[in-house]
C-alpha cells in the first residue's frame, strides 16, 4: 500500500515513471562500466586456467567480458533471481567451464527476500534499508531466495583457489566477505577482490561492513581509506602478494 501511494505521489508530482530497459538496452547501458571491471581484474587472472569468482553475476555480462580474453578461465557465477538466473545459465550453457549456481551469497545459510527492481535489472537487492532509499522512484517486486556460504560451497566442491572474486550484491556485499574469509584465508596466492561497499551515512550496519574490510587487511590486503568512498563504491582490495605489476 505504501508503494501504491508514493507512485501517485509521484505522478501527482509530475515525475515521470521511469520504463523498464530491454534486456539488450540494459546491456549497451552498462557496456563501459563493465570494460572497467574487467580492466580491474584482468591483471590477477593467468594466461592459462584462471579460477573466477562472479557474486550478483546478474546476466553474467563480466564473465562473459573475461572469457573473451582468458578463455580457459573456470569461473563460478551466483545470481539469486530465478528468472535473470536462466537468462545467465543459457548465456553459458555450451561453455562446461562456467558454473552457475541460482543462490545468492552470504554470512549463513538462509532464506531471505529479494526485491527486484522493475526498471533497473542489476538493482535487485536483499537490503530492506537500501531499497527504501529509491522506493519513491522504483517499482519493486518481491520474492524468496536461497543463500549459502561461500567458504562451505567451495569445501563442498573440493575449490581450492580463486585468483579474482567480483562481487556487486547491492548491499549485501559485506556478508558476502565475510562468508568468504575462511577460503580467501586458505588461498595461496590471494585472489584480487572487486566488492560494491556503501558510505557510512547511506550503509544500514556499518560497523560490519567495516569489520569485513578488517578482516581482509588482517589477511594481508592494502589497506583502503574508507573515509573516502563515494556514496556507492566499487574497492579494489588488493592483496600483498600475487599483487600485478604495476
Not at 52 to 61: E, R
Not at 62 to 88: G, M, N
Amino acid at each position: 500500500m505504501l508503494r501504491q501511494v508514493k507512485t501517485l505521489l509521484q505522478r501527482l508530482r509530475g515525475r515521470p515513471m521511469h520504463k523498464a530497459p530491454s534486456h539488450a538496452e540494459w546491456e549497451r547501458k552498462h557496456q563501459q562500466k563493465v570494460a572497467e571491471d574487467v580492466a580491474q581484474a584482468l591483471p590477477y587472472l593467468p594466461e592459462e586456467k584462471p579460477v573466477l569468482i562472479d557474486v550478483g553475476a546478474n546476466y553474467g555480462l563480466f564473465t562473459a567480458a573475461i572469457l573473451r580474453s582468458r578463455p580457459d578461465a573456470r569461473a563460478f557465477l551466483f545470481e539469486p533471481v530465478p528468472e535473470v538466473f536462466e537468462k545467465c545459465r543459457e548465456r553459458f550453457k555450451d561453455n562446461p567451464n562456467v558454473t552457475v549456481e541460482n543462490f545468492g551469497l552470504g554470512d549463513v545459510q538462509e532464506r531471505v527476500t529479494i526485491w527486484k527492481s522493475q526498471q533497473n535489472p542489476g538493482g535487485n537487492s536483499m537490503v530492506r534499508k537500501l531499497v527504501d532509499v529509491v522506493d519513491a522512484y522504483t517499482d519493486f517486486e518481491t520474492e524468496e531466495v536461497e543463500v549459502r556460504v561461500f567458504s562451505d560451497y567451495a569445501r563442498e566442491k573440493g575449490l581450492e583457489q580463486a585468483h579474482f572474486v567480483k562481487i556487486d550484491a547491492e548491499g549485501y556485499d559485506y556478508k558476502v566477505l565475510w562468508g568468504m574469509l575462511p577460503f580467501l584465508t586458505a588461498c595461496n596466492p590471494r585472489p584480487g577482490v572487486l566488492a560494491e561497499l556503501l558510505e557510512k551515512g547511506l550503509h544500514h550496519d556499518w560497523e560490519r561492513q567495516e569489520g569485513a574490510c578488517r578482516a581482509l587487511f588482517d589477511l594481508g590486503y592494502e589497506e583502503v581509506d574508507l573515509k573516502c568512498m563515494a556514496r556507492i563504491d566499487d574497492i579494489l582490495f588488493v592483496p600483498t602478494s600475487g599483487a600485478p605489476a604495476s
